[in-house]
């Protein structure tokens, strides 16, 4: 039973397209989150959504909009795709952080974007 | 400005062995530390982590540390196996930020010799 699922796993496209890749949590977490890696292999958090209300939005282009039907979905809108969008786009949720302590995220297996 | 740095890109050990993964970071409002390892075409899976109230931490054969004065922390594993290679990602967060966010090492691969 996969805790955290996106799709698909792989998206090749051309440039100029728009697409969306889905992402569900069935761990009851409050947090959901969108990371990016690049080619140079760095994980970076572009959104975070707590209880569906926008908490970080990093200097994303606003071409990427991320949408949380409920606290159990997040998905990644990608309008107008560029060359540079290429990379893998990983979905995770955390559970709310509670007395000062912090708590791991759990990732989704990355949903591979090649843009053409 | 990379705040979580790790600093070699590969590692090889033979099995048996220990394998000791090393992170530097920069922000010291930084209080909670976290080690992830990943296949490849998999997400991060959580290994272990560490308050920054805390020196040590060990869970099975992962035993992670943390210098607050030096900003390091390292990860050890012993006995290290093949099926410990992967990469692994250091990841640092504030807690007080309430926001959840990691910010992550470029990664270390691990090569586990049988």
């Known amino acids: 039973d996969t805790a955290v699922s996106q799709t698909p796993k792989y998206l090749v496209t051309q440039m100029g397209n728009d697409k969306s890749i889905k992402c569900e949590q069935n761990?009851?977490?409050?947090?959901m989150y969108w990371y990016k890696q690049d080619s140079k292999k760095f994980l970076k958090i572009m959104f975070s959504y707590n209880n569906k209300e926008l908490i970080i939005n990093e200097t994303v282009p606003n071409r990427f909009s991320p949408k949380s039907p409920d606290k159990a979905h997040l998905n990644l809108h990608i309008n107008s795709l560029e060359l540079g969008d290429s990379a893998v786009y990983f979905c995770a949720s955390s559970q709310q952080w509670t007395g000062g302590f912090g708590t791991e995220a759990f990732f989704g297996q990355g949903t591979r974007l090649t843009v053409v | 400005d990379q705040q979580v740095k790790q600093n070699s890109p590969s590692l090889s050990v033979q099995e048996g062995r220990i394998s000791i993964l090393n992170c530097d970071y920069t922000n010291s409002m930084f209080d909670y530390f976290l080690w992830y390892k990943k296949y490849p075409a998999e997400g991060p899976t959580f290994l272990i982590s560490i308050s920054s109230i805390k020196d040590k931490n060990e869970d099975g054969r992962f035993t992670v540390f943390l210098n607050k004065s030096a900003k390091h922390l390292s990860l050890h594993i012993v006995p290290s196996q093949p099926g410990d290679s992967a990469v692994y990602f250091c990841a640092a967060m504030r807690v007080s930020s309430n926001t959840g966010k990691l910010i992550f090492g470029q990664g270390t691969t691990l090569q586990v010799k049988p």
């Open positions: 761990l009851g977490h409050d947090t």
